[in-house]
């Protein structure tokens, strides 16, 4: 099942739990668990999920570029997802969008960074 899909009520539950844990998840299984939640309570967890992806781009992806800015790209999606329900949560917005930049400037893509550049001006 990937992200996109509904989340099925033992799938919610079992995210919950590990999150719930007394011991401190990896970061993947965080992000993994994040994807559910925030499917079924989006105001509390995209928020989340915004900052994990980034962690885990980071920490888990730092030699491999073309996944950590997927990583990141997915981060700023669910960030405008949040925006488009809470426009005041405009910071995470633009966190999220400085940091796909940032990546995008490691990678070399500078015909990409007008566009971030334009999204983030938008946005402020």
């Given amino acids: 099942m990937t992200h996109t899909a509904h ?3 033992d799938m919610v539950l ?4 590990a999150l719930l844990g007394s011991q401190a998840l990896p970061v993947r299984q965080e992000v993994a668990a994040y994807r559910v939640l925030a499917q ?5 967890y995209l928020p989340l999920l915004t900052v994990a992806l980034y962690e ?16 990141r790209a997915e981060a700023v999606a669910a960030a405008r997802r949040m925006h488009a329900m809470e426009p005041d949560r405009a910071d995470l917005l633009v966190a999220a969008l400085i940091r796909y ?5 490691v990678m070399g893509r500078q015909a990409e ?3 971030v550049d334009r999204e983030m ?3 402020v």
Avoid: C, I, N
């Avoid at 079992?14 to 739990?17: G, I, L, P, S, W």
């Avoid at 079924?40 to 509390?44: C, D, E, I, K, W």
């Avoid at 885990?56 to 990583?71: C, K, N, V």
């Fill in 101 to 105: 930049k940032e990546q995008l400037t």
């Fill in 40 to 44: 079924v309570s989006p105001l509390a």
């Fill in 121 to 123: 001006a938008g946005v």
């Fill in 14 to 17: 079992r995210a919950r739990v």
């Fill in 7 to 9: 989340p099925s009520h």
């Fill in 56 to 71: 885990y781009s980071r920490q888990e992806f730092a030699d491999e570029p073309g996944t950590a800015l997927a990583l």
């Fill in 113 to 115: 960074l007008d566009a």
